[in-house]
């Protein structure tokens, strides 16, 4: 480390990079050669660069999302008609269960976790995410919890006991075997995940943004992930914490949720509401990031009230922590008591509202340019109203009562996570596909797979309203003729598969763009912001030079001529990176990033191989604990090159 000054180059009359290296230059190419991963298929294992990480994770989560989408599919093609005979209530059961962990673990968070990877370093001038290589391991440990979980599936060991495993339904007695088990390791693998990426997203905003990114400059999206990243670390734990003690209960003989041995089983309802009312905020904090993201740039103008959407999303997210009673209120707690959570469950409502005004007030006095990312945006507005309302119609505990256990809470349950995170997600694909590309996807495919999509949800999901307030309960794997359910399930089943349609054309479009798209170069869409400052896609140093910045939206607000534009200082032959202070982002010292390394790989297999052993025996977490203490032992050994580097650092002036 060094705490010696760095150069800092100067604008032109233009306010213009005056001084950085050029691409194809001798010092862009080392940089290049610097940061790049290993090639080769032993140097796909060792790979830790940030946006090789990302797109893995990006991809891997959508997978994911397919695979939840053809089980959403096939629920919808058994309940599209009267005692269907599909599938039985076994295979029912597990579909159900993996459809909805599919979604909430595996695919909602992690994505949006992983677009964080991508992008935060770009907009904030980085050239790295803080701890690359503890990136690469959270991906890897991510994975193989997902790949588990679906050979269990397939080996007829599917979690089958919903994807919210309520005891006594979970517990030993009444889910005997293995299934449960590989639910609740699985939820040990995907919040470790999730927890490495929070901490490695909050270092990376706090220290190494660029120089003169104050904290408020920072943009929204990165505002909206760091807040994100904070309700994890506090989340989480209490979901690891419910698993841990459940998968104790069936294996070892604990009783923590056995209350004839003194344990409660509500016990397990706020421990795991306490964290899954905070997920739904996890989902939707990034989703609202996106819009702040999206909203400017087609309206042509700056966010109106920064601010108030600053401290709104600081607001919400520390709402969120006091309403998971509003999951309990059919249980037998006070009724006072529920009356707070109520209030909360209406509070809550009041930062989300500040914003839509912020964002309404931009659209409004800006000019817009209708692009497809922005008909995402437009629809969000149309559903989440639809979730608001019906979510603060659940708030109140008589109504709550009476739909509690019908198809009316699925309908809102969908219409807040995909209104409010699925349509920002795919609205944010479409603007940030050029800068993951360097082309842009085909307008006309893209308009016509939005309404597809807004058209098919709907459609899929408006009429589970009318059937939980006829009275259709969830989680039944069939019903009988007469009931006057049968038009309105059919009409759902045809929704989601016109929903699916419009996703497979969104596919299809991101493939043909990729192959035949029209080149977009570094700005397509005339952004504000830091990442549309670099090439597209961008380089292995995301920045042949570290930006300097001067405004919220720096592309918007050249510098004033002689003042510094970039930092100049840097070595180009070792993965040296600035950290900044946290509140004003002033040059603190040089610190040197680790090189390519397979041990992150090695150290999720020896996790893996602890947590599935433990599935079987207790003894594998003496045991497994050894493999994990090697490959933790060889990952942080010095190493020579390493060394040099650090020794030839603190040499420098």
């Known amino acids: 480390m060094n705490r010696g000054p760095l150069g800092e180059q100067p604008a032109d009359a233009a306010g213009r990079l005056k001084d950085a290296p050029p691409a194809g230059s001798a010092a862009a190419e080392a940089l290049e050669e610097t940061w790049k991963d290993p090639p080769g298929f032993l140097g796909w294992f060792c790979a830790v660069n940030h946006n090789t990480i990302a797109r893995r994770f990006i991809v891997t989560t959508l997978v994911f999302f397919a695979l939840g989408g053809l ?41 949006m976790q992983a677009v964080a990877s991508y992008l935060i370093p770009l907009m904030i001038g980085s050239r790295s995410v803080a701890f690359p290589r503890m990136n690469a391991y959270a991906y890897w440990v ?46 040990t693998f995907t919040e470790l995940s999730a927890l ?16 003169g990114m104050t904290l408020n400059r920072v943009p929204l999206f990165v505002w909206a992930m760091l807040v994100t990243a904070f309700m994890v670390l506090f989340a989480m734990p209490a979901v690891m914490l419910a ?33 899954g009312h905070p997920e739904v905020y996890l989902i939707f904090i990034p989703g609202l990031g996106f819009l702040s993201a999206i909203i400017p740039t087609f309206a042509r103008r700056p966010i109106f009230g920064y601010s108030a959407m600053v401290l709104s999303l600081i607001a919400t997210a520390f709402l969120a922590f006091g309403l998971w009673v509003h999951h309990m209120f059919a249980t037998n707690l006070p009724e006072l008591g529920k009356s707070f959570f109520t ?70 349950l969908h219409y807040v996570l995909i209104g409010g995170a699925v349509f920002p997600l795919f609205g944010a694909f479409h603007y940030w596909y050029p800068k993951i590309t360097g082309r842009i996807m085909g307008e006309r495919l893209g308009a016509v797979s939005f309404w597809l999509m807004f058209g098919g949800f709907n459609l899929a999901f408006f009429p589970m309203h009318l059937l939980g307030l006829q009275g259709m309960p969830r989680r039944v794997y069939t ?65 042949h030079a570290v930006p300097v910045v001067h405004g919220r939206d720096p592309l918007w607000q050249p510098a004033p001529a002689g003042a510094p534009t970039h930092v100049s200082g840097l070595a180009a032959d070792s993965r040296e990176v600035l950290v900044t202070s946290v509140l004003d982002a002033a040059p603190d010292h040089r610190l040197l990033f ?19 052993g433990s599935i079987f025996t207790p003894w594998a977490v003496v045991w497994g604990s050894i493999p994990i203490a090697v490959a933790l032992i060889a990952w942080f050994w010095p190493r020579r090159q390493e060394t040099a580097e650090e020794l030839a650092l603190e040499k420098r002036p």
């Open 71 to 111: 089980l959403a599919a096939a629920m919808r093609m058994q309940l599209s008609r009267p005692e269907n005979k599909l599938m039985g209530p076994d295979l029912y059961n597990q579909v159900f269960t993996m459809h909805g962990t599919t979604m909430m673990f595996l695919f909602a968070v992690p994505v």
């Open 142 to 187: 991510f994975l193989f919890g997902g790949v588990m979980l679906y050979l269990a599936f397939l080996g007829n060991s599917g979690a089958d006991a919903g994807w919210f495993a309520y005891v006594p339904l979970a517990g030993p007695d009444y889910s005997p075997g293995k299934r449960v088990d590989f639910w609740a390791q699985m939820i």
């Open 196 to 211: 490495v990426e929070a901490i490695i997203i909050i270092t990376t905003v706090f220290k190494l943004r660029a120089p």
């Open 243 to 275: 698993s841990s003690a459940l998968i104790m209960d069936r294996l070892v003989g604990t009783h923590f949720y056995n209350p004839a041995e003194g344990g409660d089983a509500l016990l397990w309802q706020h421990l795991f509401w306490f964290f």
């Open 343 to 412: 209030a909360a469950s209406m509070l809550i409502a009041i930062p989300s509202a500040v914003q839509i005004y912020c964002w309404l007030a931009t659209l409004w006095t800006g000019r817009l340019n209708l692009k497809t990312p922005l008909l995402y945006v437009l629809a969000f507005f149309v559903i989440l109203v639809i979730g608001g309302m019906t979510g603060l119609m659940l708030a109140s505990v008589p109504l709550d009562l009476q739909v509690h256990d019908s198809y009316f809470v699925v309908a809102h």
């Open 479 to 543: 019903y009988q003729a007469g009931m006057g359910w049968d038009n309105l399930n059919l009409a759902s089943t045809i929704g989601a598969v016109t929903l699916a349609a419009g996703i497979a054309l969104t596919l299809v479009n991101a493939v043909r763009s990729a192959r035949r798209g029209e080149l977009a170069g570094a700005d397509p869409w005339g952004a504000g912001t830091l990442e549309w400052s670099t090439a597209s896609p961008p380089p292995w140093s995301n920045f």
């Open 594 to 612: 680790p090189n390519p390394s397979p041990w992150p790989f090695l150290a999720a297999i020896a996790t893996t191989i602890l947590f599935v």
